[in-house]
Structures are given as structure tokens and as C-alpha cells.
């Protein structure tokens, strides 16, 4: 099979596509290549200044809105706007990502910060976004997962990990979390009959400002173990492949899980990836769900 590259993305004309994240990284790079290919693109960030240089950078058809996915209000507030003024949305992808490995953190809400920023707030947005969505002709949402997702278990009694708090564990349950949701909402929305397709990706070990930024607690050794850690990843421009695949590949199913090829899934070519057997856990989606609704007060599906 041909390698698939950006070039396989089809024709983007008339559709409008949301990339939460998309003033850097892989978001970036998604968010270019969507608008090369004549979408209309919501770049949906937290910094507006370094979202109105993406823009610049892009050109093409796109617009800049804000969006914390670590505050609520916020989320709220992005929604209601964006639904106000697009009918329809073809495309959500949940790109927007945070790494910390130093000390605890919370966010607006009083969620662990990797949690409520990975995967709580993007189940809220998509909660708020989901008639929005269903009004398109075929839409979509990507749910951006992790390698660090398969040796992760959630601890429902301590969610929040408020109880002897480890940073990397703590990134790794947010990604299950993520992923577990991009399943689960693939079932939810087949069982409803809904035109909307969840699938989801992850980019392997790819080079972005997350591995810098997560390091930036520890000073000068820090920025000496980032720079030893990027030596392993690989460029941005493959890293986004398995999103843009599963956000453009035409008649992909629900629940379609892509990524890199090579060196237990952290590098090369685009193809299926594979779920950790808790990703794909009925049981512990449906708790988690419920938990979800819960905690943010977005209840759907």
C-alpha cells in the first residue's frame, strides 16, 4: 500500500473544521493542511496573539477564536458563539494537549490539570458542539490519544489523583481518559443513529513544544533533558499524519484508531493503531462517562 501522505487529503471546499490547539505543533500543521486543502478553519486557542501569527502563517480560509479547555466558562462560552454563528461543523479535532511533570496542578474547575485539560474539557466542548456537528453532512471528531494511554489504569476512587501525586502517571490516565471517551462516543452515537463519526489518533513520539514545556519545572536540567528526549521523536509534519488521516479519509468508519508504524507505534508511516484492553472497556467507559457528565454538567447522548 502507497504511504499515505497530506497529499491523500481529499478536497476540503465547504466544510469548516475546528482544531483546538492549532497555534502550534501538530495543531498547526493540521490546521495548514486543512486550509490548503479549501477548508474554512476555527483555530481554537488559548494565547490569541500566537493565534492571530498561526493565521498568518496559514493564510487561507481561517479565523482565530479563543478557547481554554482548562476553564469551563470558557468552553462554554466558545461554544455557544461558534454555534451561534456556523450552522454547521464538519470537522472537530480535539488536537489541544498539556504535559506536566512537575508539582500538581488544577484547573479553573478544581480538576488535575492534565485531566480536565486532555479530556474533560474536550468532552464538554463536543458535548456543546454535538448538534452543531449532526447538522453537517458528514462530520467528524478526533479524539487525540497517546502511546502513554496503553500502560494506564484509571483510579475511579481518586480521579483527580489527589492521593500521592505522580506527574507522568497522571499524563498517562488523562490519555486513557481521552481515548477511553473517543470509543465510547463512537458506541453512543451508533446506538442513537447520529451521522456524527468519532474516531481517534496519536502521534507516536513526536517533536513539539509539549516535551520542552513539561520539563521548563527543572530549569537549565530540564531544558538539557528535553533536548535529549527530542532526539528520539520525529518531525511534526509525520507526527500529524494519523489525525489528518482520521479527520479526512473518506468513508472511515467509527472508532477507527490510527498511528505511526514503527518501533512500537512511535514513528513512520500512518497505519491502525491499537487500544489498550481498558480503552475499549465497556464497563469502565460507561463509569468514566458518567463521571464526565458529572463533573463538567454537560450530559449528552
Do not use: C
Not at 170 to 184: D, H, N, P, Q
Request: overall charge positive; cysteine-free.
Amino acid at each position: 500500500m502507497t504511504e499515505w501522505t497530506a497529499d491523500h487529503i481529499p478536497g476540503q471546499h465547504g466544510r469548516i473544521a475546528v482544531v483546538t490547539g492549532a497555534n502550534s505543533g501538530l495543531g498547526l500543521f493540521t490546521a495548514t493542511a486543512l486550509a490548503d486543502r479549501g477548508a474554512h478553519v476555527v483555530l481554537a486557542v488559548r494565547n490569541m496573539a500566537a493565534g492571530a501569527e498561526a493565521a498568518r502563517r496559514i493564510g487561507g480560509d481561517v479565523e482565530v477564536r479563543e478557547l481554554d479547555l482548562a476553564s469551563l466558562d470558557s468552553v462554554r462560552a466558545f461554544a455557544a458563539k461558534l454555534a451561534a454563528d456556523h450552522q454547521a461543523i464538519d470537522l472537530l479535532i480535539n488536537n489541544a494537549g498539556l504535559v506536566l511533570l512537575g508539582e500538581r496542578r488544577a484547573t479553573a474547575d478544581g480538576f488535575e490539570m492534565q485531566l480536565g485539560t486532555n479530556m474533560l474539557g474536550p468532552f464538554a466542548l463536543t458535548g456543546l458542539l454535538l448538534g452543531t456537528l449532526a447538522a453537517a453532512p458528514e462530520p467528524r471528531i478526533v479524539s487525540l490519544s497517546s502511546i502513554t494511554h496503553k500502560s494506564a489504569h484509571l483510579d475511579f476512587d481518586d480521579l483527580m489523583f489527589e492521593r500521592n501525586y505522580r506527574a507522568s502517571p497522571a499524563y498517562g490516565r488523562s490519555k486513557l481518559a481521552t481515548t477511553i471517551f473517543g470509543v465510547e462516543l463512537d458506541r453512543r452515537l451508533r446506538a442513537t443513529g447520529s451521522p456524527v463519526v468519532s474516531t481517534l489518533a496519536h502521534p507516536g513520539l513526536t517533536r513539539t513544544n509539549l516535551t520542552p514545556r513539561a520539563w521548563e519545572h527543572l530549569g537549565a536540567r530540564g531544558r538539557l533533558i528535553a533536548r535529549i528526549g527530542l532526539v528520539a521523536t520525529q518531525p511534526v509534519e509525520r507526527g500529524a499524519l494519523p489525525q489528518l488521516r482520521a479527520a479526512t479519509e473518506p468513508g472511515l468508519r467509527g472508532g477507527e484508531f490510527y498511528g505511526p508504524a514503527g518501533l512500537g507505534e512511535t514513528r513512520g508511516r500512518v497505519t491502525t493503531a491499537r487500544f489498550s484492553r481498558d480503552a475499549t472497556d465497556p464497563a469502565i467507559a460507561r463509569r468514566l462517562w458518567s463521571a464526565a457528565e458529572r463533573l463538567t454538567g454537560v450530559t449528552y447522548l
